[in-house]
């Protein structure tokens, strides 16, 4: 049986769309999109810009409204201004009061935004089980994560961090990696400080973005972790890191890699961390899910334990 989640959605939504079936993935996301745990925002936006596309650009701007007006959403004044999704409905009155109001609400989120961390764990903190350190994906939040890695689903102690990089309504990034940087040291010294790491093996986990990041921040030793869990990992700079992956057998312990045979943009990257780790002599395994694009597998929250407990074996396999 599939698991459906809000990545899950918004990935078949965005496959529709690429073959312009906009009206499908509108009744896809319309119809889907309130069974799991989403941001309203995004579900707004994403309706909005396939009701346009579909030639009702009047829809979009009632979308788009209610979402502002009613639900106390915000968007970037770039988006509103730039998307070719939407511009059909730039054009109509009323949408000049959105861009208003959104810049505002985009100045005060900016100006207010700092990174978080949410724990989620069964019961009480045992040191004999590792704490995973997971990172979200671009455009994604801690909440979301947590449904994508099954927080609540299993036994594994997780701690979600939260980037201060926000792009709109609970939507955040990783596009600055020194800034991600400081944000992920800022709440592992927080989890530090509160006695979570001590005596305790640490898994640095992430998607996409979340996943370049984690690698980042291992490679030039700005947190310490025994494995890293990488999905989906969007690594556009592999080239200029195959150095510093060569000489990672001292920063970590093994590393699990998973990407789709679909995910063109993740998929090289991740052949290319898996072939380097092995030459630096850090035992790593890549899962390649056939039929997968940019998500997770159907199977991930039920296998992860077992993964963790692999990856923290004495010969990481």
Not at 95 to 111: G, N, T
Request: glycine content about 8%; proline content about 4%.
């Amino acid at each position: 049986m599939t698991r459906v989640t809000f990545t899950n959605l918004l990935n078949k939504g965005l496959d529709l769309y690429h073959q312009g079936r906009f009206e499908e993935a509108y009744q896809l996301m319309t119809e889907n999109a309130g069974h799991v745990p989403r941001n309203d925002a995004q579900v707004y936006d994403f309706r909005a810009s396939l009701a346009c596309r579909a030639g009702r650009p009047d829809h979009c701007l009632e979308l788009l409204t209610e979402a502002v007006m009613d639900k106390g959403c915000w968007y970037s004044q770039e988006y509103l201004t730039e998307d070719d999704d939407i511009r059909p409905a730039a054009a109509l009155p009323g949408f000049a009061r959105l861009l208003d109001v959104c810049a505002e609400r985009e100045r005060q989120a900016r100006d207010e935004c700092v990174s978080d961390v949410l724990h989620a764990r069964r019961g009480a903190r045992d040191v004999r089980s590792p704490l995973i350190i997971v990172l979200h994906g671009n455009a994604q939040n801690a909440h979301i994560a947590q449904e994508d890695w099954g927080a609540g689903e299993h036994e594994l102690d997780m701690a979600f961090v939260r980037s201060s990089q926000i792009i709109f309504s609970d939507a955040y990034v990783w596009t600055d990696l020194d800034r991600g940087t400081a944000d992920l040291k800022e709440q592992v010294g927080k989890l530090r400080g509160s006695g979570e790491l001590e005596g305790r093996e640490v898994i640095i986990a992430g998607f996409s973005a979340g996943a370049r990041l984690a690698l980042h921040a291992v490679l030039n030793d700005h947190v310490r972790a025994d494995g890293m869990v990488l999905v989906g990992p969007w690594l556009p700079e592999i080239d200029d890191w195959l150095d510093p992956i060569l000489r990672a057998k001292d920063r970590v312990r093994g590393a699990r890699i998973i990407c789709g045979d679909r995910d063109e943009d993740c998929l090289p990257g991740s052949r290319k961390l898996h072939e380097a780790l092995d030459r630096a002599g850090v035992p790593s395994l890549l899962r390649t899910v056939g039929g997968m694009g940019h998500d997770f597998p159907d199977d991930f929250t039920v296998t992860l334990p077992s993964l963790i407990r692999g990856l923290l074996d004495r010969d990481g396999r």
